[in-house]
T-cell receptor
Framework: LAKTTQPISMDSYEGQEVNITCSHN???????ITWYQQFPSQGPRFIIQ???TKVTNEVASLFIPADRKSSTLSLPRVSLSDTAVYYC????????????FGSGTRLLVRP | DVKVTQSSRYLVKRTGEKVFLECVQD?????MFWYRQDPGLGLRLIYF???????EKGDIPEGYSVSREKKERFSLILESASTNQTSMYLC???????????FGPGTRLTVL
């Protein structure tokens, strides 16, 4: 299963767009990609999920290039409350079910 | 509002003790999961269950067992706790295996 690699940390300012990229070089045809957000003392919370191309919801966009070896979570116009740890997850559902979380990207949004 | 609850937020146990971590979900989800979370390692899947009395090993099942006697409840058992099992334990549930997982707040277990 694809090993996922993310930057350890990122800094941004309020109002900016933030893009967090996750590398998953060995991703397979049936693997799908999910991103979670985690605040201190809480469990992770689902942000967005995709398989290919682009997915958008009310809080984020997910860009997945054609080769699917990476994915980028895009947070438009971040606020202080977006300060959190962001995890990408690559999951496989075939004869064996496998979940591989990245080690997380700590995003700090400054005023 | 969907909810996953875990029996304790903090737990301190001694080496060799048998430890039970309980998780309850109120969403009638088929699937439930146990993870441990350690600094720099992200979340690692210990076990999951896709139905009552059904369980599958995750990536790090050694030293753990699970029980799912009722749909809403999934228990993680440390048969003989060791210091290297000191960690944050997270429970989650989902409707489909490929769907959004809903997480509990976590249990921080310290084994002395």
């Amino acid at each position: 299963l694809a090993k996922t690699t993310q930057p350890i940390s990122m800094d941004s300012y309020e109002g900016q767009e933030v893009n967090i990229t996750c590398s998953h070089n060995n991703i397979a045809t049936n693997d799908y990609i999910t991103w979670y957000q985690q605040f201190p003392s809480q469990g992770p919370r689902f942000i967005i999920q995709g398989y290919k191309t682009k997915v958008t919801n009310e809080v984020a966009s997910l860009f997945i290039p054609a080769d699917r070896k990476s994915s980028t979570l895009s947070l438009p116009r971040v606020s202080l409350s977006d300060t959190a740890v962001y995890y990408c997850l690559v999951a496989r559902m075939d004869s064996s079910y496998k979940l591989i979380f990245g080690s997380g990207t700590r995003l700090l949004v400054r005023p | 509002d969907v909810k996953v609850t875990q029996s304790s937020r903090y737990l301190v146990k001694r080496t060799g003790e048998k430890v039970f971590l309980e998780c309850v979900q109120d969403m009638d989800h088929e699937n439930m999961f146990w993870y441990r979370q350690d600094p720099g390692l992200g979340l690692r899947l210990i076990y999951f269950s896709y139905d009552v009395k059904m369980k599958e090993k995750g990536d790090i099942p050694e030293g753990y067992s699970v029980s799912r006697e009722k749909k809403e409840r999934f228990s993680l058992i440390l048969e003989s706790a060791s210091t290297n099992q000191t960690s944050m334990y997270l429970c989650a549930s989902s409707l489909g295996l490929d769907g959004e997982q809903f997480f509990g707040p976590g249990t921080r277990l310290t084994v002395l």
